[in-house]
């Protein structure tokens, strides 16, 4: 039998793929694998042939064999690795290509893959540089620019992703995704004109995208225009019918409106066509425990197939039940409820993408940089040199931040600006300009600290509109770990600190379904939520004291039982008189656009009591927390 020529074989699965002969050139391969089961070039072309028809085990078989036959073939590696990313095995794949890396440093495609796995994995640091790396070996992929835009995102530079995808878009190389991205960024800063501009661009182009629908109803919900908001989800509804995004986010806008039976009939519909979808289970039994009805929510999500274990977003609807157990008074039966969901959606996060360790790292870390500060070097700065200083509203998350933010919004000579990074932004520039955060605090120069607060100001009025005379509130509650820096950058400015009796707030925390960060992770977890509560306000403590912060305190008790004494010390404080329009603050909450907090249901009514001292009802379960939170709870004035 004459010996079989494996360039022959190749040549002629070549011609059968262009033919579009798929069958033919698998039966040309597969003469080269029997007759030349050690060569490696009938495995790797075959692996690619599997791949190209999405085929993705056999290809991952093929390239495996190759790879053991040529170990040292950075070409089989690659592609091997790519399969990996393509069924979702992350790790292996980066275990394949750090070595081909290491080999060929300077192949911007093994970075943008080493990027692509880390960002997979939840390893954004290491992401972002990958891309960089990509970036800086001259690619100018699309993919690069656009997946570093969404890491830098995700790290809270969202500035620097701005000016990345500026740049893509300025090259005549944004596709829709990136012009989409660039659009919903333009939006989280605040520039409405240009958001609105970019997604106008996009669907021009892409006149049926639902995801660019969807943003452009963000964009109108956060722009308070209800009405065009439920017209773009609408359409983003029509667009993709299989999707319930617009649905869902027509109900939420009801619901934050609180108009609850609109909302209702709306998100019932939406709920029979897609039972399993858990966003829309969850936003309707949402709206039936605001109705009064906990039993009939706490049925219809023991009976939707949205919560059964292994389900993506199931914890949402075991976090929706827990709120319902606790409204009729089950709280035993609620806290064990809360446990299995927080359990549920920490162990459906990708590997390493919140890791509360790196929180408990940073509060550290900045608790050493002020025990180093020397207040002289603070006090060298007047307080009247920086001209408009804002005001800080801070606190420990559901300690009453948005029930405060609210009551002074309400006032006609205050501007709140609700959760925006703009001292996230800040940090972002002082590491730009080459500087350490915490360890180079004092380093920073007259000239650099003017550049940083000019920054902040700006960030500050993409978000909003400051008239002369007004005061500013910059309301981020964990911005109070930043003080130090705050002061720094601003030596005039003044803080409110928001106070709730720690065993309540430690509580609340860990009965939210936050979107989960490096932060948010912790909550997952009440134990470790409460050692946090007491680092961060041992840090606040330190800090206030070695810097003499100007702040007032405001709690939440206090607030509830007498708005107008408690709120009109706070607005005191901030140059200001009582103004009768604050004491409607839940009207002004309903007509102020969206809340993008867990309290918007709370703030969209008048205030109400029985969420004070609600730990005790937990009996047990709360027993060791409250242990842990005693040196704060006296520390606070909250008793032992």
């Known amino acids: 039998m004459k010996p079989l020529d494996p360039n022959a074989a190749f040549r002629s699965a070549e011609k059968a793929i262009a033919k579009g002969d798929w069958l033919g050139a698998r039966r040309a391969y597969g003469r080269v694998l029997k007759s030349l089961p050690r060569d ?4 790797y072309r075959a692996g690619l042939l599997e791949a190209r028809g999405q085929n993705y085990q056999f290809a991952e078989n093929a390239l495996a064999r190759a790879l053991s036959l040529a170990p040292d073939n950075a070409e089989i590696a690659a592609n091997l690795a790519q399969i990996h990313l393509l069924t979702g095995n992350a790790s292996r794949a980066l275990e394949l290509l750090r070595p081909i890396a290491e080999k060929a440093p300077t192949v911007a495609a093994i970075h943008h893959r080493i990027g692509l796995a880390c960002q997979e994995l939840g390893r954004l640091e290491e992401a972002e540089q990958a891309y960089r790396e990509a970036m800086d070996l001259g690619s100018r992929d699309p993919a690069v620019l656009n997946n570093r835009a969404v890491v830098l995102q995700a790290l809270g530079r969202v500035l620097d992703a701005i000016v990345l995808l500026e740049s893509l878009r300025k090259s005549g190389s944004a596709g829709i995704e990136t012009l989409n991205n660039l659009g919903n960024l333009y939006r989280i800063v605040g520039r409405h004109g240009d958001s609105a501009e970019i997604f106008a661009l996009a669907l021009r182009q892409a006149p049926l995208n639902s995801h660019l629908h969807r943003n452009l109803a963000l964009l109108n919900r956060d722009g308070g225009d209800v009405k065009t908001a439920i017209a773009a989800a609408r359409r983003a509804a029509v667009s993709q019918p299989g999707s319930m995004d617009g649905m869902v ?9 609180a108009e609850l039976s609109e909302a209702e009939q709306l998100v019932r519909r939406g709920a029979m066509a897609a039972p399993d979808n858990p966003d829309a289970a969850a936003l309707l039994a949402r709206i039936m425990r605001r109705t009064g009805r906990g039993e009939a929510a706490l049925a219809f999500l023991r009976g939707s197939p949205a919560i059964e274990e292994g389900r993506a977003g199931g914890h949402k609807l075991l976090f929706e039940a827990a709120q319902s157990e606790q409204a009729l008074g089950r709280h035993e039966q609620a806290f064990e409820t809360l446990v299995a969901a927080n359990r549920r959606q920490i162990a459906a996060m990708p590997a390493g993408r919140a890791d509360p360790k790196r929180v408990f790292s940073q509060v550290r870390a900045l608790g050493t940089m002020v025990d180093a500060l020397n207040p002289a070097d603070f006090a060298a700065q007047e307080r009247s040199e ?28 205050v501007v709140v600006l609700e959760e925006r990074p703009l001292v996230t932004g800040m940090i972002a520039r002082l590491r730009g300009a080459g500087f350490r955060y915490p360890e180079d605090l004092l380093q920073m ?15 500050r009025n993409r978000y909003v509109s400051v008239p002369k005379g007004s005061v500013f509130v910059d309301k981020m509650p964990l911005n109070i770990v930043h003080a130090a820096l705050i002061q720094r950058v601003f030596p005039a400015a003044k803080f409110l600190l928001a106070l709730r009796d720690p065993r309540d707030v430690c509580l609340s925390c860990f009965m939210q379904s936050f979107e989960l960060n490096d932060w948010m992770a912790v909550f997952t977890d009440i134990e470790d939520t409460a050692r946090l509560f007491d680092e961060v306000f041992e840090l606040w403590g330190r800090t206030a004291e070695k810097l003499d912060l100007v702040y007032h305190a405001v709690r939440y008790e206090q607030l509830i039982a007498d708005l107008r004494g408690t709120a009109s010390a706070a607005i005191g404080f901030l140059g200001l008189e009582w103004d009768d329009a604050m004491a409607a603050y839940h009207e002004h909450a309903r007509n102020r656009g969206h809340l993008a907090t867990p309290s918007h249901s709370q703030v969209t009514q008048p205030v109400y009591s029985h969420a004070v001292q609600r730990w005790r009802r937990y009996g047990a379960a709360m027993e060791k927390t409250a242990e842990i939170l005693k040196p704060s709870c006296i520390a606070l004035g909250y008793g032992g």
């Not at 986010?249 to 409106?257: A, D």
């Open 40 to 43: 490696w070039r009938g495995f």
């Open 249 to 257: 986010i027509i109900g939420e806008l009801l619901e934050h409106r």
């Open 386 to 413: 920086t001209g408009e200083a804002p005001v800080f509203l801070v606190g420990f998350p559901r300690s009453g931040t948005t029930l405060l933010d609210q009551v002074l919004d309400s006032h006609p000579s």
């Open 445 to 459: 120069k007259a000239a650099d600290l003017t550049k940083f607060r000019q920054g902040y100001l700006e960030d």
